[in-house]
Nanobody, 124 residues
Framework: VQLQASGGGLVQAGDSLRLSCAAS????????AGWFRQAPGKEREFVSA????????YYADSVKGRFTISRDNAKNTVYLQMNSLKPEDTAVYYC??????????????????WGQGTQVTVSS
């Protein structure tokens, strides 16, 4: 399965962006999915995750209440709606998919497929 992340850009603080993660295969609809981000000089960190059916969603404390993860399995796509963006949200955002069960969905090791990343830059 190949994942293609898109939707990043340069915005001002308080603006919104919606990231998309499109999968190449329908099997992705059976995978849990997540978003991670990596700022310059920092480790990749968990942002949000969603179960395969979309009933379970999880967020990092830093984005809770501002970001919303969702998925459209008919389109093999996962979304991350980001509202009230802050300069500290600036990072490369990566989408990920997990084909196996178990784990927490909050760790890099919990995923076996990764997209190429999309840059999000928030100016103050």
């Amino acid at each position: 399965v190949q994942l293609q992340a898109s939707g990043g850009g340069l915005v001002q603080a308080g603006d919104s962006l919606r990231l998309s993660c499109a999968a190449s295969e329908r099997a992705f609809s059976n995978y849990a999915a997540g978003w991670f981000r990596q700022a310059p000089g920092k480790e990749r960190e968990f942002v949000s995750a969603i179960t395969w059916g979309g009933l379970g969603t999880y967020y990092a404390d830093s984005v809770k209440g501002r970001f919303t993860i969702s998925r459209d399995n008919a389109k093999n796509t996962v979304y991350l709606q980001m509202n009230s963006l802050k300069p500290e949200d600036t990072a490369v955002y990566y989408c990920a998919g997990r084909s196996f069960h178990g784990g927490t969905l909050r760790s890099i090791q919990d995923y076996d497929y990764w997209g190429q990343g999309t840059q999000v830059t928030v100016s103050s």
